[in-house]
T-cell receptor
């Protein structure tokens, strides 16, 4: 597709439920990032992939969060046993460059997760 | 995680007015960025700054990289309705990841 695609757009989960959020980056983009954006805040880094390798997961808030990109394209962010504080917009971004610090990121529209 | 401080938090202006906002950090950065986020969308890069003191324009937008490397400014001239949204600054230092600011919400009063 022309841009970064994320699904679902909205997800409502009961506390304790597992969720999986999908990101389809721009075709050919090597780098993929996940960000968490709480209401009224800027995005905060979660994790970074270069192709299929997860090179940085320092932003993942707990071991309930897990991300993968097994074939170097589509990525999935999984949150186990969701808690209310996990409610946020989860943004995916991709970049052609092979560096973590590239500013030329293309963001998806995000998945808004609400945990009840 | 660390976030950069942006001010003002929100602005209400009339169409045609100029807008100024800034971003400050306790740490130095060697790249400053400005993004705009529309409701229900991801941020879109507006301007990138790579050198202390640099002044860069993109249409009606002008941004500056502060001399101390701890701040940056964004100006929008002659605002129009489509300027409405949330503006985020972001910084990069060395090999560290992008750090975003807290955002400035711009509303245009008809």
């Amino acid at each position: 597709g022309a841009g970064v695609s994320q699904s679902p757009r909205y997800k409502v989960a009961k506390r304790g439920q597992d969720v999986a959020l999908r990101c389809d980056p721009i075709s050919g983009h090597v780098s993929l990032f996940w960000y968490q954006q709480a209401l009224g805040q800027g995005p905060e880094f979660l994790t970074y992939f270069q192709n299929e390798a997860q090179l940085d997961k320092s932003g993942l808030p707990s071991d309930r969060f897990f991300a993968e990109r097994p074939e170097g394209s589509v990525s999935t962010l999984k949150i186990q046993r969701t808690q209310q504080e996990d409610s946020a917009v989860y943004l995916c971004a991709s970049s052609l460059a092979r560096v973590r610090t590239n500013e030329k990121l293309f963001f998806g529209s995000g998945t808004q997760l609400s945990v009840l | 995680g660390q976030q950069l401080n942006q001010s003002p938090q929100s602005m209400f202006i009339q169409e045609g007015e100029d807008v100024s906002m800034n971003c400050t950090s306790s740490s130095i950065f060697n790249t400053w960025l400005w993004y705009k986020q529309d409701p229900g969308e991801g941020p879109v890069l507006l301007i990138a700054l790579y050198k202390a003191g640099e002044l860069t324009s993109n249409g009606r937008l002008t941004a500056q990289f502060g001399i101390t490397r701890k701040d940056s400014f964004l100006n929008i001239s002659a605002s129009i309705p489509s300027d409405v949204g949330i503006y985020f600054c972001a910084g990069i230092f060395g090999n560290e990841k992008l750090t975003f600011g807290t955002g400035t919400r711009l509303t245009i009063i008809p």
